[in-house]
């Protein structure tokens, strides 16, 4: 079946521009989470939605970052203002539960700021 | 702030040797985790051990979780050219917040034929 898939697969922006990152999880999962991978850094927390609950946004570096899900499904990650510091893979995962299940990542979208 | 050290983070071996990645940190973590990430992709799930103590094989692969919950360690035996990738452990938080994993910074594995 069709896993998780992440849109566009390379960005690149230059400084002050907005961008937004697409996200389609598994169908069916109810779970989405969003995580930020900087070279030479393990995968950063950054969002968690879960069902019709309000998101859990303690990841989120500043109020440049924002996302949203929509019924549901599909999830737009979008940094405001884009600086060079954002330069990192964006990655996304999905999962069945957000208690127990196990998180089925996209491949990324690698966002490059110049 | 929780946080995860990997050892060695880097490791470049021969085809048929063993190995031992490690995963410490001074918090507990209420589920360990291992991903296995490949260029270009995202991370895949290895296994997840939930238990203090607990012992987890997957054919040439052990993971161990401590007893207090603070630490990890995955052992390859016999590597072989297809182990190679970046190995990263994450620890689960607690009560309603077990889904916000800390990731270490990761193991890149290379094993040469």
């Known amino acids: 079946g069709a896993g998780v898939s992440q849109s566009p697969s390379n960005k690149v922006t230059e400084k002050g521009k907005d961008v937004e990152l697409r996200c389609d999880p598994i169908?069916?999962?109810?779970?989405l989470y969003w995580y930020r991978q900087s070279l030479g850094q393990g995968l950063e927390f950054l969002i968690y939605?879960?069902?019709?609950?309000?998101?859990?946004k303690s990841g989120l570096p500043s109020d440049r970052f924002s996302a949203e899900r929509t019924g549901g499904s599909v999830s737009t990650l979008t940094i405001q203002r884009t600086q060079q510091e954002d330069s990192a893979v964006y990655l996304c995962?999905?999962?069945?539960?957000?208690?127990?299940?196990?998180?089925?990542f996209g491949p990324g979208t690698r966002l490059t700021v110049t | 702030t929780q946080l995860l050290e990997q050892s060695p983070q880097f490791l470049s071996i021969q085809e048929g040797e063993n190995l031992t990645v490690y995963c410490n940190s001074s918090?507990?973590?209420?589920?360990l985790q291992w991903y296995r990430q490949e260029p270009g992709e995202g991370p895949v799930l290895l296994v997840t051990?939930?238990?203090?103590?607990e012992v987890k094989k997957l054919k040439r692969l052990t993971f161990q979780f401590g007893d207090a919950r603070k630490d990890s360690s995955l052992h390859i035996t016999a590597a072989q050219p297809g182990d190679t990738g970046l190995y990263l452990c994450?620890?689960?938080?607690?009560?309603?917040?077990?889904?916000?994993?800390?990731f270490g910074k990761g193991t890149l594995l290379t094993v040469n034929p």
């Open positions: 995962a999905s999962s069945t539960s957000g208690l127990t299940g196990e998180q089925y």
């Open positions: 169908s069916g999962h109810t779970a």
């Open positions: 939605f879960q069902g019709n609950s309000a998101p859990d």
């Open positions: 918090s507990v973590f209420s589920s």
């Open positions: 051990v939930v238990t203090g103590g």
């Open positions: 994450a620890g689960g938080g607690w009560g309603g917040s077990n889904y916000k994993l800390t």
